[in-house]
């Protein structure tokens, strides 16, 4: 009986024993698999912060547009006003590519090559507008021993850009930043991809009031002696103003459309009446030609995405109570006007027209799509018919 009884102990020690080593091999296991999941989880944690992504923009630079775009893409640059003025974009993590886009003073490149405002009329700009295919700057990283450099092609080669704002030179070594984004050059041209949908040039349905812009008594007799009204000031008038880059891409110059102070004015070729488009840098009058029998600037545009905004001018007449729009597109191109397309009547309202019975208004909405495996845009004229209100 006692042998039994301590044969029985034994057995139960044995599974004691086989038990305990049971777990701990079990939870060496667990320890092991908790480690591998923990080692798989820093791995994807490690790839996903290596993979280039979006860095939101902040401070005074509040969006840069596209955010991924190929070579011959606008970049729209949105800022706050006023602004530090000093603006630069660096090739990310590069030893080489520093482009300064704003200086003290004007820069002294060609037209083609010019990319830089100064610094004063930055901090006033709420948009700025680059064309990646032709914007040229030089890299400060490159300078020889003189402190001289090339301008080279800035959006050059594929990767992350990043553009950079502050209130103090960037040419210092680690300058406070008051704005940043990031963009990303594919290195690809733009020509492959479709980039831009349809898009409303404008809508004649609005009513359009075209009064004489603001100006102070300076500005107003510059524009004027450049349409060489002389004793004829008081017979001429000011009907539109635009800012924009009309004689090259993102220049910041000034349109006005000086018109003859008429109350008919008939769309009748023969019509002596003939308006004058002046564009101005500053204080210097660079372009003007005779616009013929249009008389205000409806709106400005971009649409063939080269950084040279084109100018959409309107013309109107109103004869027994029939009032007609006209409108055409046009752009500067070798210091000459060209028409980039004419949309002809835009606009009829015959609801005062005394012999009319049939009243009604007939308005278009001229809309234009640009896709970049095209060299121009394609325009669309809908013509909408609406009731006298």
């Not at 860095?55 to 509040?62: F, Q």
């Not at 500053?282 to 600037?297: C, H, M, P, T």
């Not at 971009?302 to 597109?329: F, H, P, S």
């Amino acid at each position: 009986m006692n042998k039994m009884f301590i044969f029985l102990l034994f057995i139960l020690y044995v599974a004691a024993c086989r038990s305990e080593s049971f777990v701990a091999v079990n939870q060496d296991t667990a320890n092991q698999g908790a480690i591998s999941i923990s080692n798989f989880s820093n791995t994807a944690k490690a790839a996903i912060d290596s993979t280039p992504t979006k860095t939101a923009s902040y401070g005074e630079i509040t969006n840069c547009a596209p955010e991924k775009f190929g070579r011959g893409a606008k970049l729209v640059i949105s800022l706050k006003t006023p602004n530090g003025g000093n603006l630069a974009i660096v090739r990310d993590k590069s030893k080489d590519g520093f482009f300064l886009l704003s200086d003290e003073n004007e820069s002294k490149q060609s037209p083609k090559e010019n990319l830089f405002w100064t610094i004063d009329d930055l901090k006033k700009m709420a948009e700025i507008e680059i064309n990646t295919a032709a914007a040229t700057a030089v890299d400060l990283t490159k300078l020889n021993s003189q402190g001289e450099g090339k301008p080279e092609l800035i959006f050059s080669r594929e990767g992350w850009y990043v553009l950079e704002i502050s209130n103090e030179s960037l040419e210092q070594d680690d300058p406070p930043l008051t704005g940043r984004c990031r963009v990303y050059f594919s290195g690809n041209s733009a020509l492959q991809t479709k980039t831009v949908g349809s898009e409303v040039l404008f809508d004649f349905r609005k009513e359009f009031l075209s009064e004489e812009p603001k100006t102070n008594v300076a500005e107003r007799a510059r524009v004027l002696l450049a349409a060489q009204a002389g004793e004829e000031a008081d017979a001429v008038e000011i009907s539109s103003r635009e800012v924009g880059g009309f004689t090259a891409a993102n220049q910041n110059q000034t349109a006005y459309l000086i018109r003859p102070d008429v109350t008919s004015i008939t769309q009748n070729p023969t019509n002596p009446s003939k308006s004058i488009l002046a564009i101005f840098e500053g204080e210097k009058l660079i372009a003007k030609f005779d616009a013929g029998s249009y008389f205000y600037i409806a709106a400005k545009s971009d649409a063939n995405r080269d950084g040279v905004n084109e100018i959409l001018l309107v013309g109107e007449n109103l004869q027994m109570g029939i009032k007609t729009k006209w409108a055409k597109l046009i752009s500067v191109s070798q210091n000459k006007l060209q028409v980039v397309k004419d949309f002809k009547t835009v606009y009829e309202n015959t609801c005062e027209g005394a012999l009319v019975k049939n009243k009604k208004i007939h308005a278009a909405v001229v809309k234009y799509e640009f896709t970049q495996n095209q060299s121009s845009p394609v325009f669309s004229s809908q013509n909408l018919v609406l009731p006298c209100s």
